[in-house]
Structure formats: structure tokens, C-alpha cells
Nanobody
């Protein structure tokens, strides 16, 4: 069974940046459309960004121009570069296939606060 592992979260001030990383116990990165999701307290899980095997990307409107999803095939790692962070970006961030069918990891907490 595939295990997903997210890292890179933390506490950052508004306007700051973080880079999240996602790795897996098996090589899933070369054949799947992958995505970053986030879940804030009391809210439904939200798909934030997705990237196809060919490198095409899509973003939810609220993060366009601020977040960048990318994948490193050599390192089997998925990234989410987050710039100009806002308090409303505070959430647990998780990675998965875009259809969400892999077992969910624990995620990484991102807190944006002054």
C-alpha cells in the first residue's frame, strides 16, 4: 500500500513563503496526475493545485499567482511553493492523486499568522 508523506509546513507571517514536499513509499509520480489539497478546521477538503504527468497545472482561483505546483521525477517528489501567504491559507495540506484514491497521509500544518 502506498504511503504519502508531506512535509515543509510551519508558522509563517502574512506575506511569507513556504515550500511543501510530498514523497511516497512507491513511485507514483511518473504516471499520475497529482494534486495538493488542504483542509481547514470545520471546512471540507479543498483541491488547491494539480499537475499532470506532462506538467500541465491547474489551481483554485484563491491561490492563482501565489502558489506553484511542480514535480521532480528524479527525486520522486511533488512540491507546492506558496508565496504571499494569507491567514486564510491556514490549513493542513495533503497530497494525493487528483482523484484522491490513494490512502491519505497525515498532511503538514500551515499556519499563517502575525
Amino acid at each position: 500500500q502506498v504511503q504519502l508523506m508531506e512535509s515543509g509546513g510551519g508558522l509563517v507571517q502574512p506575506g511569507g513563503s513556504l515550500r511543501l514536499s510530498c514523497t511516497a513509499s512507491k513511485n507514483i509520480f511518473s504516471i499520475n496526475t497529482l494534486a495538493w489539497y488542504r483542509q481547514a478546521p470545520g471546512k471540507q477538503r479543498e483541491l488547491v493545485a494539480a499537475i499532470t504527468g506532462g506538467g500541465s497545472t491547474n489551481y483554485v482561483d484563491s491561490v492563482k499567482g501565489r502558489f506553484t505546483i511542480s514535480r521532480d521525477y528524479a527525486r520522486d517528489t511533488l512540491y507546492l511553493q506558496m508565496n504571499s501567504l494569507k491567514p486564510e491559507d491556514t490549513a493542513v495540506y495533503l497530497c494525493n492523486r487528483v482523484d484522491g484514491r490513494l490512502p491519505w497521509g497525515q498532511g503538514t500544518q500551515v499556519t499563517v499568522s502575525s
